[in-house]
């Protein structure tokens, strides 16, 4: 079985994601991992309620990715009722907030740190011959750093720009949170949280992933999908999630199970929510041509 771990997947396209895996490729085991040990045990449930066939090939584990005793106790879960080494096929970083009624502090600490918490503590379990590791980060992040100065561009496109870099930029950021023109003389684009969290997130995957090349680590976008992050768009537009272009979470899970099973060229690169390879500094509309640069 290729055991898989998806983070914030007791709805959404966490969710989602965790569906088509089961669907799609019949040697998974997937491990639903939710914050809150309830809703997760709800969610497998639910599955189980249309597929009970899966029930030998699913199980619920709780995970709060902004909490380093949360994500160590996960770790210490799954290794023992798998083993400590190899046990895994896959990680799935997909847990996530948006700005709405979140501080710059709150997003950074789950949209980045959650990230890093969860690929630091399940790294010794990955399958040192197959392991692969998928962040979902958003079109946010690209966008985010197409609008910063040169010298912040070539910080976030290098691969080595590790995370006590990172870490750095975002302590200083949280210390300006609020002041737009800080944010500029920093070259920063402004202080939208959530696009600074992802462009973080692409930087720091491509990073993890020069330091470990035998396995696959990359991200994607899953695309504008309708879920409780983006609804607050259509509530205050008055507009359906359709007609604002919303794709229901379904249609999420497309470029996070690429990147899990696909036929990969190379590592550390960001895709675009049609599963094509898009540039981490600027926003590659879906269907057009893949990127192909460095």
């Known amino acids: 079985m290729r055991r898989i771990l998806v983070t ?50 699913l199980m619920s584990i709780e995970l709060d990715v902004s909490r380093d005793g949360s994500v160590m106790r996960a770790a210490r879960t799954v290794a023992e009722s798998f083993g400590s080494s190899g046990c895994l ?10 700005n709405h009624a979140k501080t710059l502090e709150e997003v950074l600490e789950v949209n980045t740190a959650g990230v890093r918490r969860v690929c630091e503590a399940f790294l010794p379990q990955l399958d040192p011959a197959r392991g692969r590791i998928v962040v ?54 402004n202080g939208d949280a ?19 090349p035998e396995l696959r680590i990359n991200a994607c976008t899953p695309g504008f999908i309708a879920t409780d992050l983006t609804r607050h768009y259509a509530a205050n537009s008055g507009k359906s ?26 590592n550390g690169r960001y895709y675009g929510s049609d599963a094509k390879r898009s540039p981490m500094d600027r926003y590659r509309s879906p269907g057009s041509p893949a990127y192909t640069g460095p």
């Not at 070539?154 to 737009?180: K, N, S, V």
């Not at 272009?245 to 690429?258: S, T």
Request: charged share 20%.
């Open 89 to 98: 096929y896959g990680v799935v970083n997909n847990a996530g907030v948006g």
């Open 241 to 266: 999630a359709a007609e604002l272009g919303m794709k229901p979470p379904e249609e999420g899970a497309r470029a996070p199970l690429f990147l899990l099973f696909g036929e990969l060229e190379g």
């Open 8 to 57: 914030g997947a007791n709805k959404g396209i966490g969710l989602a994601i965790a569906k088509a895996i089961l669907a799609e490729e019949d040697d998974t085991f997937v491990l639903l991992g939710s914050r809150d040990r309830e809703r997760g045990d709800s969610a497998v449930n639910g599955i189980l309620a249309h597929r009970p066939e899966w029930s030998e090939r």
């Open 136 to 189: 979902v980060t958003s079109a946010s992040g690209p966008s985010f750093v197409a609008q910063c100065s040169a010298n912040m561009q070539r910080f976030f496109l290098d691969p080595h720009t590790d995370w006590y870099a990172l870490t750095l930029l975002m302590q200083e950021c949280i210390a300006i949170d609020g002041d737009e023109r800080a944010f500029a003389e920093c070259g920063l684009a």
């Open 194 to 212: 959530y696009g600074l969290s992802k462009a973080c997130a692409n930087t720091y995957m491509q990073h993890l992933a020069m330091q470990h």
